[in-house]
């Protein structure tokens, strides 16, 4: 495998992440240049016989945008298109790259050029029906061009997808480190939680106190839209099982969400009710009242289920994340909207990552 040359000089390492897939080993870091700029290396290791083989990308700060949006499109693309027979999700990666080669179907192309780079991004699919992404990353030096590729396979692409999200996120906004905000303050559970009384609306209190369904839900459908999320509908009237409170949308995020104030085994008492919304979410579209219908074929998709406890994921289900969202967590990030410099962008990294 190809590898770049970086220089030999210390830089400031920033921020470090990794994770270990069953093909590659992945590590990654934020540094800093000179002169103030931070940028990302990727360094992805393959293990053949008793040695690993290294391929490296620097992804500089005024890149970073352009390869996040792009990665994403690609990443949600590859995991949520069905109009490809695809084998069952855990199949072996190592059996994927021998099914590898040139003449492979490609189902989507990008591309972008900077002032350093020259990118070129597919989608492909391997004989075994399973979809990857190839990056490819060029530099010209002098009259040649030397490139470096990487592929990402399926099960490694909603990581690989969380740690670059969080990366550039950390690079780009004041290096504040976008950690569930749940780990700010894991002891306000079912307590009323210590935000400023001045930035805080007046249903605050009751959201956290309410032993009334309805209330709770109608309150939460406030605080999303308090958070400027724009495109998002709740479905209240009569209670009825297996039906969502609401829907949301923002950037390339797409979010059916339940409210409940039972948070209890959430996993077995509304079994039905999750594997119902992962089914629509799959759909790629939702007809809303008033003849409204919203597209999200290729949005990344989630299923929250919004409850006065903890943040957490409960299950992946057809590459749908469903997670628990805790309602203090949703309030702490309101706050910090407030009082901090975030852009629609950065607040959709921050949902996405909740």
């Known amino acids: 495998m190809t590898e770049n040359r970086f220089s030999s000089e210390k830089r400031?390492?920033?921020?470090?992440?990794?994770?270990l897939s069953g093909s590659h080993h992945y590590f990654f870091e934020v540094k800093e240049a000179k002169n103030g700029s931070k940028?990302?290396?990727?360094?992805?290791?393959?293990?053949?016989?008793?040695?690993?083989?290294?391929?490296?990308?620097?992804i500089f700060e005024n890149e970073m945008l352009e390869f996040q949006r792009i990665l994403n499109k690609l990443i949600n693309f590859s995991l949520n298109d069905t109009s490809v027979t695809e084998t069952d999700n855990n199949y072996h990666n190592n059996q994927i790259e021998s099914n590898l080669s040139p003449n492979n179907l490609i189902f989507l192309e990008e591309k972008y050029f900077s002032s350093s780079h020259y990118y070129f991004f597919e989608v492909k699919e391997s004989k075994n029906g399973t979809k990857y992404i190839v990056i490819a990353q060029r530099k010209k030096l002098e009259n040649e061009f030397i490139s470096t590729k990487m592929r990402i396979f399926k099960d490694e692409m909603l990581e690989f997808q969380r740690v670059m999200n969080k990366?550039?996120?950390?690079?780009?906004?004041?290096?504040?480190?976008?950690?569930?905000?749940?780990?700010?303050?894991?002891?306000?559970?079912n307590k009323q939680i210590q935000l400023d009384s001045d930035l805080s609306p007046r249903f605050f209190d009751k959201i956290i106190t309410t032993n009334n369904w309805k209330q709770f839900e109608e309150y939460a459908y406030y605080l999303l839209k308090l958070l400027g999320i724009e495109t998002v509908y709740n479905f209240t009237g009569e209670r009825q099982a297996g039906k969502a409170d609401g829907f949301f949308k923002i950037g390339n995020l797409a979010v059916i969400y339940d409210c409940t104030l039972d948070f209890q085994n959430i996993e077995n008492s509304k079994i039905?009710?999750?594997?119902?919304?992962?089914?629509?979410?799959?759909?790629?579209?939702?007809?809303?009242s008033?003849?409204?219908?919203?597209?999200?074929?290729?949005?990344?998709?989630?299923?929250?289920?919004?409850?006065?406890?903890?943040?957490r994921q409960i299950k992946l289900i057809n590459s749908i994340e469903v997670k628990e969202v805790a309602i203090n967590d949703l309030m702490y990030l309101y706050q910090e909207r407030l009082t901090s410099n975030m852009n629609n962008q950065s607040l959709e990294i921050k949902l996405r990552n909740i």
């Open 12 to 19: 400031n390492v920033i921020l470090t992440e990794r994770y």
């Open 39 to 58: 940028y990302i290396i990727i360094d992805q290791r393959k293990k053949v016989e008793n040695k690993f083989f290294s391929t490296k990308m620097r």
């Open 167 to 189: 990366l550039i996120a950390f690079s780009l906004n004041n290096n504040l480190i976008p950690n569930k905000i749940s780990d700010i303050n894991k002891d306000n559970q």
């Open 272 to 288: 039905e009710q999750i594997n119902n919304y992962c089914n629509k979410l799959k759909q790629g579209s939702i007809e809303l």
């Open 290 to 311: 008033g003849r409204t219908t919203e597209e999200f074929y290729n949005h990344h998709k989630q299923v929250w289920i919004i409850t006065r406890g903890t943040t």
